[in-house]
T-cell receptor, first 115, second 118 residues
């Protein structure tokens, strides 16, 4: 079975600084997708970024980028120029290529942004 | 208007009550999901519906009963719940079967229903 592990229950960053959230996963599949979702206090889970395993190039979305290391099964999220609105719970998630959108989530990392 | 709407936002119920959670998606998707989110635990997938047919039930107790009358609406009927069922219940939708493109394997979530069982 696939598992996703986020080893940092809490992280904090100063406004305008950079922070990296860690995620590791375990799978025997070669084709899959990885995601970072953000859950602010409003509770709505919002997709931050998505990575296809067959792509070597790391995904980027504005201030958000990932470091995808397929051999190490590592998928970290870097947030640059952190803003107060980035404060949220961040979840790493995995889905197999062949299982549609069925997601396996990590435990989450609570990010605090200090002014 | 958000893509996935859940009602009510908050619900308090006794163990003998019967209540229902509602989810509606306005994205034209063909798959819908129920998740349970408890404190300090990863999201747990409860049910999956594809084209209104239930395709997955992750060993959920029978006191939770899902219903999907059409591809836009999903309900979770609750009866004789236990205090440990108190949690945030999230609904999501996705478009299955899209060949390539960015839409594949992306779920869109509602804001959830915070359920407290007394």
């Amino acid at each position: 079975a696939q598992t996703v592990t986020q080893s940092q229950p809490e992280m904090s960053v100063q406004e305008a600084e950079t922070v990296t959230l860690s995620c590791t996963y375990d799978t025997s599949e070669s084709d899959y997708y990885l995601f970072w979702y953000k859950q602010p206090p409003s509770r709505q889970m919002i997709l931050v970024i998505r990575q296809e395993a067959y792509k070597q190039q790391n995904a980027t979305e504005n201030r958000f980028s990932v470091n995808f290391q397929k051999a190490a099964k590592s998928f970290s999220l870097k947030i640059s120029d952190s803003q107060l609105g980035d404060a949220a719970m961040y979840f790493c998630a995995y889905s197999r290529e062949t299982s549609g959108s069925r997601l396996t989530f990590g435990e989450g990392t609570q990010l605090t942004v200090n002014p | 208007e958000t893509g996935v709407t859940q009602t009510p936002r908050h619900l308090v119920m006794g163990m003998t009550n019967k209540k229902s959670l509602k989810c509606e998606q306005h994205l034209g998707h063909n798959a819908m999901y129920w998740y349970k989110q408890s404190a300090k635990k990863p999201l747990e997938l409860m049910f999956v519906y594809n084209f209104k047919e239930q395709t997955e039930n992750n060993s959920v107790p029978s006191r939770f009963s899902p219903e999907c009358p059409n591809s836009s609406h999903l309900f979770l009927h609750l009866h004789t719940l236990q205090p440990e069922d108190s949690a945030l219940y999230l609904c999501a939708s996705s478009q299955e079967g899209v060949a390539g493109g960015l839409a594949k394997n992306i779920q869109y979530f509602g804001a959830g229903t915070r359920l407290s069982v007394l």
